[in-house]
């Protein structure tokens, strides 16, 4: 389960590759078969050469072998495409699941559970860190098949051909993986600290634009900048790092190839040359010299692109530590139970308790019930406990005893600080049900009192306004958050001080809509303290004294 605190980084990615095992193996089956057709290719060129300048044969006669090396040749970028086909196939099935995964796990638990994080740092771990695992899966885990497969294949062939030479090559081979593990055995955790800059930076930099008003009204705006870019300049030394281990191990493998091959390159020279007598040396001939010769780079190639994709695993553990810090979050206690039978809209709050650590018991026994189609106001200061219950009701807030029924249907949520995307007034009310059309929209900011205001503005509806509604007054806001509860089918709204920070004027003009809302056929189940809302109620439940009680309305 996503839930196993005790997943280490590398179970974590072991468990995630299920998600893309048939493409994993396929990328590795392909690149097996692209190494087999080099092997032939290779054969081929040598076989040509051998005809050419040995054998002295006419071009004429060597047609069948070129149309059969065209073939292999075409047949290798076939195989290739394949091969990169289902590696990118991989990469992107595993970050649609994994990206599930985290979300759906944010969702399970709640606003409470994740209230302590940064939503810049949650939202860098479910966007770039989860982009980081691409690479472990599309390239490095179908690498480590060919980083056998592939030079065991060459070195079989070449052992055929020469056996010195494959004892060279045998020998060479273990030294390239031996000083590349060295040189990355440091990379896991700078790529760690990377991730963990880049998150840091997202929630430090969200911060700043957020302030950005009380920032310049108090002169602190340069300040602030030059703190962003510091924490700049600590994430781009941060990530040079990373990239310096990186080139350090190409380095070191590059080197090591290279002496390799050339150590086979001399052996076949003067074996050719007559000068080395010991073993099959006085038995190389063109053909198998130059075979061996060109098969020698491509039996470090697989050992290249290992290292070149060695960087996609260090990437990968960092970034499954920091994915699986959300994934073991856990909910501090059990959500809301929430009943799917009953009448829609219902609410049922039987000895419900809420409490918060360090604080005890915030709230309770609270026993309440909303019936179908009224309205009920949670009345109390500021600190009674009226949003938390609101919360429960929502299946947001964990409780300390008792339960909380629903019956069956969405609930619509409307709070003090409505969600307000940078998108038209019209696609902010879609909001509530993206598939309803124009005509529907219009009646429900009609219902909402949002045409009024929309009229006034250069498009109308379609007038494009900024995130967290900016261009709109706080009761505006309030009447395109109302208008999307118009527009979904949800039987029971949930609204948190939703005349709070309004002006007399915009304050009646809300007021007016949510007693069309009431008016409609849903329950309202409001949080407020405000003598106006308390008259529209048909029902208002006190929190501020010791116990719960119920008023008149």
Same mark, same amino acid.
């Given at each position: ?117 940064? #939503? ?212 501090? #206690? ?220």
């Amino acid at each position: 389960m996503a839930e196993t605190p005790e997943l280490t980084p590398r179970r974590l990615l072991q468990r995630w590759s299920r998600y893309a095992r048939r493409w994993i193996i396929g990328a590795a089956a392909g690149g097996t078969l692209h190494g087999v057709l080099v092997i032939v290719q290779a054969g081929l060129i040598a076989a040509l050469v051998q005809r050419v300048v040995i054998d002295g044969l006419a071009p004429t006669a060597l047609a069948a072998l070129v149309a059969v090396l065209a073939a292999t040749v075409t047949l290798r970028a076939l195989v290739r495409w394949g091969q990169l086909r289902c590696a990118t196939e991989a990469g992107l099935r595993v970050r649609q699941r994994v990206r599930a995964e985290v979300v759906d796990h944010l969702a399970r638990l709640g606003p409470q559970a994740i209230h302590h994080l940064h #939503s810049a740092g949650l939202a860098s771990r479910a966007v770039e860190q989860v982009e980081a695992l691409e690479g472990y899966f599309a390239r490095y885990l179908p690498q480590l098949w060919l980083t056998v497969a592939v030079p065991v294949a060459i070195l079989a062939t070449v052992a055929t051909l020469d056996w010195l030479a494959a004892i060279f090559l045998l020998l060479s081979a273990p030294l390239i993986p031996l000083f590349m593990a060295l040189v990355g055995m440091g990379a896991e955790r700078l790529q760690q600290r990377h991730f963990e800059s880049m998150t840091r930076l997202a929630g430090h930099f969200l911060d700043r634009v957020r302030g950005l008003s009380t920032l310049q009204l108090f002169g602190y705006a340069p300040h602030s900048v030059d703190e962003v870019e510091a924490a700049a300049e600590g994430y781009r030394q941060r990530a040079m790092a990373t990239l310096r281990v990186a080139f350090l191990s190409s380095a070191v493998l590059e080197f090591f190839a290279s002496v390799a091959i050339a150590v086979v390159a001399i052996y076949i020279g003067f074996g050719l040359l007559g000068y080395i007598a010991f073993g099959p040396a006085d038995e190389l001939t063109l053909f198998s010299g130059l075979f061996i010769l060109l098969l020698a780079p491509e039996f470090f190639q697989p050992l290249r692109s290992l290292a070149q994709h060695y960087h996609d695993r260090a990437a990968a553990l960092g970034a499954a530590a920091q994915l699986n810090d959300v994934l073991a979050l856990e909910s501090p #206690s059990p959500l809301a139970s929430v009943a799917e039978d009953g009448v829609p809209g219902t609410v049922a709050v039987d000895g419900l308790e809420l409490a918060y650590p360090g604080r005890g018991v915030i709230l309770g026994p609270v026993s309440l019930e909303v019936g179908a189609g009224e309205v009920v106001v949670l009345a109390g200061p500021s600190g009674s406990g009226k949003s938390s219950l609101l919360r429960a009701v929502a299946g947001f807030q964990g409780l300390a005893g008792g339960a909380v029924q629903r019956g069956p249907g969405a609930v619509a949520w409307v709070g003090q600080q409505p969600f307000i995307t940078q998108e038209s007034i019209r696609e902010n009310i879609r909001l509530g049900r993206p598939e309803a059309d124009d005509a529907a929209v219009e009646a429900a900011a009609a219902d909402a009192a949002v045409a009024g205001f929309a009229r006034l503005l250069p498009q109308g509806l379609d007038t494009v306004i900024g995130e967290r509604g900016h261009g709109l007054s706080g009761g505006q806001a309030q009447r395109v958050a109302l208008a999307r509860v118009f527009l979904s089918d949800a039987p029971l709204v949930l609204l948190d001080e939703p005349t709070t920070g309004l002006d007399t004027q915009s304050e009646a003009v809300v007021l007016h809509a949510l007693l069309n809302l009431a008016g409609s056929g849903r329950s309202l189940l409001i949080a407020s303290h405000h003598a106006s809302v308390l008259a529209m109620a048909d029902r208002v439940v006190d929190l501020g004294g010791p116990s719960p009680r119920e008023m008149g309305a």
